[in-house]
């Protein structure tokens, strides 16, 4: 009798650490399944990919990120490089000049591959699975519910009723939400969206209905009624297996004991814990593009609230933020350099979030059990705002003063809401929801939980054969 080849998974990450690092966390997830998985990048994300996935025995090949590329400097590999998230499209678009050699390694493999699972944003890639005749499921890093209604709002187009970007609106399915054009992205939100960006998404688009799947770093118990619904009634078939992040976290946990070499930050927490100074953990990600009038507006906030504060911030913004430490004494510490944020949300002295909403910030606040204080500013971060605050209570919201989801924060607002979640009734309310729902998402990673099993007949799926 013949031996049966084990199963030998392809996995491709768009070129965007918000987009890599889920992926890498499903890589180990699956090599701890005995899965052999192969990793694909470019030259520049190559040893960041080979660093973070450590002695796991996941192969990485490198193809070339393409030269010449209008509005992408010489050496861009990665988003965090781009001078302006404007260009984020034609970067994207860029990636499928990489098509053919990526086929010529997808048949030089020596292990034949069982599927490829790639990013939302690299669609090409499903033509090259269907060459060689193997499924290909995508990976699209946002929550099911921001999923769900950017898909509902192109098919059912509740939104041209509505006057003006902040007049309100319904969807016939979910009537108890509302919603307005600002809720949502630009040019998606316009009565007639066109331009770079809707074509890109378009063509994404195509790919994803002859997808095998999507695969969502989400769990069932988080947003239920929305996994479902885009199950029966959108598709393609959604495959929740998160959240990801928890792939490496008890490492984190036994690394962060373990070391002696801690680094200024986290001795300033363990200094605020011993003292019983509850922190409020402050980040905005490396993409959001803020104002400095808008940095500045949250940094008088919070030197109003009393409050003390982590804020890990980019250097560009710290000129914005002169004086800040100073004024604030010993109440705050601002850090410009990387830090594991898992780490920082683990620890015991933080008890609030202030979040731009990004998706992977917001399942690590709730594994760590951190109500969040939303904070949105650009592509999905308004409707995951949404979600936290009034679907699924895991925090609160800063609103802007201008009576929409959108415009500028006064400081004022900012010192009543950070109070409001360190030391308020509703703060109390978020901090037992988020508890309850972290919980969740560890039974969901855990033996036997929703995202477990699923991963398990996503592995079961992939393997039943070719197309």
Same mark, same amino acid.
């Given at each position: 009798m013949g031996t049966v080849a084990s199963p030998h998974f392809v996995i491709f990450p768009f070129m965007s650490y918000g987009h890599t690092i889920p992926l890498l966390h499903l890589a180990t997830l699956l090599r701890h399944r005995f899965i052999t998985v192969t990793v694909f990048t470019t030259p520049a994300n190559a040893p960041y990919i080979r660093d973070f996935l450590g002695d796991e025995s996941i192969s990485v090949i490198e193809i070339p990120f393409p030269k010449d590329v209008q509005d992408i400097p010489p050496?861009?590999? $990665?988003?965090?490089?781009?001078?302006?998230?404007?260009?984020?499209?034609?970067?994207?678009?860029? %990636?499928?000049?990489?098509?053919?050699?990526?086929?010529?390694?997808?048949?030089?493999?020596?292990?034949?591959?069982?599927?490829?699972?790639?990013?939302?944003?690299?669609?090409?890639?499903?033509?090259?699975?269907?060459?060689?005749?193997?499924?290909?499921?995508?990976?699209?890093?946002?929550?099911?519910?921001? %999923? %769900?209604?950017?898909?509902?709002?192109?098919?059912?187009?509740?939104?041209?009723?509505?006057?003006?970007?902040?007049?309100?609106?319904?969807?016939?399915?979910?009537?108890?939400?509302?919603?307005?054009? $600002?809720?949502?992205?630009?040019?998606?939100?316009?009565?007639?969206?066109?331009?770079?960006?809707?074509?890109?998404?378009?063509?994404?688009?195509?790919?994803?209905?002859k997808s095998r799947g999507m695969i969502t770093n989400s769990f069932s118990e988080l947003e239920p009624r929305f996994a479902d619904y885009f199950n029966q009634h959108l598709g393609p078939k959604s495959w929740c297996v998160g959240p990801l992040c928890l792939a490496k976290w008890p490492m984190i946990a036994f690394l962060s004991q373990t070391d002696n070499k801690h680094q200024h930050w986290m001795q300033w927490l363990n200094n605020k814990l011993a003292n019983d100074q509850p922190v409020l953990y402050v980040a905005f990600g490396t993409q959001a593009e803020v104002t400095p009038e808008q940095i500045q507006e949250i940094a008088k906030g919070l030197e109003l609230s009393n409050t003390c504060f982590l804020w890990v911030t980019r250097p560009k913004v710290l000129e914005h933020l002169h004086g800040l430490e100073e004024r604030v004494k $010993?109440?705050?510490?601002?850090?410009?350099?990387?830090?594991?944020?898992?780490?920082?949300?683990?620890?015991?002295?933080?008890?609030?979030?202030?979040?731009?909403?990004?998706?992977?910030?917001?399942?690590?606040?709730?594994?760590?059990?951190?109500?969040?204080?939303?904070?949105?500013?650009?592509?999905?971060?308004?409707?995951?705002?949404?979600?936290?605050?009034?679907?699924?209570?895991?925090?609160?919201?800063?609103?802007?003063?201008?009576?929409?989801?959108?415009?500028?924060?006064?400081?004022?607002?900012?010192?009543?809401?950070?109070?409001?979640?360190?030391?308020?009734?509703?703060?109390?309310?978020?901090?037992?929801?988020?508890?309850?729902?972290?919980? $969740?998402?560890?039974?969901?990673?855990?033996?036997?939980?929703?995202?477990?099993? %699923?991963?398990?007949?996503?592995?079961?799926?992939?393997?039943?054969?070719?197309?």
């Open positions: 050496g861009v590999e $990665n988003t965090e490089k781009l001078p302006s998230m404007s260009s984020l499209y034609q970067f994207a678009r860029a %990636t499928k000049l990489m098509q053919p050699l990526f086929e010529q390694a997808l048949s030089a493999l020596q292990h034949p591959p069982t599927c490829v699972i790639s990013d939302a944003f690299l669609g090409w890639t499903q033509e090259s699975a269907e060459k060689i005749g193997i499924p290909r499921y995508f990976f699209f890093g946002m929550s099911v519910f921001a %999923t %769900t209604f950017y898909q509902l709002l192109g098919v059912q187009r509740p939104h041209a009723q509505a006057a003006s970007l902040d007049e309100p609106f319904t969807f016939q399915s979910f009537p108890w939400l509302k919603f307005t054009r $600002n809720d949502f992205e630009r040019p998606f939100c316009d009565l007639e969206p066109k331009g770079l960006a809707v074509d890109f998404m378009m063509e994404q688009g195509i790919s994803f209905a $010993n109440r705050a510490l601002i850090v410009k350099e990387w830090v594991d944020q898992s780490e920082v949300l683990r620890h015991e002295s933080i008890k609030g979030f202030l979040s731009h909403c990004g998706w992977n910030s917001i399942l690590e606040s709730i594994c760590a059990k951190v109500p969040i204080l939303a904070l949105p500013f650009m592509a999905e971060q308004h409707l995951n705002a949404k979600l936290v605050a009034e679907e699924i209570g895991v925090g609160l919201r800063i609103m802007p003063s201008n009576g929409s989801v959108r415009g500028f924060v006064e400081g004022e607002e900012v010192e009543k809401m950070v109070r409001e979640l360190m030391e308020g009734e509703k703060g109390e309310r978020v901090r037992k929801k988020v508890k309850e729902m972290g919980e $969740n998402a560890w039974e969901a990673m855990k033996e036997g939980g929703s995202s477990w099993s %699923t991963l398990g007949l996503l592995i079961d799926d992939a393997c039943a054969g070719k197309l």
